[in-house]
Nanobody
Framework: QVNLVESGGGLVQAGGSLRLSCAASDSTFNFVAMAWYRQRPGTQREFVASIRVNGLTDYADSVKGRFTISRARAGNRVNLQMNDLNPEDTAVYYC?????????WGQGAQVTVSS
């Protein structure tokens, strides 16, 4: 199983920006798709954004126009640029990677947006 490690979380004021990164423990492993999910306090984990190996992206309606997902390196590294953050974006953000053998998850990165 390939591990994923998130970085870049933290505390930011409303209207600010943060950039999350996620990298696979095996630099040679290629995922067919990578994505970000988040879990806000008291809620279930929800989809945020995804990117396929062909570059096709998808976003939750709540983050469209504010968040941008990108792959820094083919197959095993993904970033999430988050702009114009608001307190409702406060959550633990999880990175996931999908391969023909299943889905791997990171441990999560806390993002806190103060009003």
């Amino acid at each position: 199983q390939v591990n994923l490690v998130e970085s870049g979380g933290g505390l930011v004021q409303a209207g600010g920006s943060l950039r999350l990164s996620c990298a696979a423990s095996d630099s040679t492993f290629n995922f067919v798709a990578m994505a970000w999910y988040r879990q806000r306090p008291g809620t279930q984990r929800e989809f945020v954004a995804s990117i396929r190996v062909n570059g096709l992206t998808d976003y939750a309606d709540s983050v469209k126009g504010r968040f941008t997902i990108s792959r820094a390196r083919a197959g095993n590294r993904v970033n999430l640029q988050m702009n114009d953050l608001n307190p409702e974006d406060t959550a633990v953000y999880y990175c996931s990677g999908t391969s023909p053998w299943g889905t791997s998850w990171g441990q999560g990165a806390q993002v806190t947006v103060s009003s």
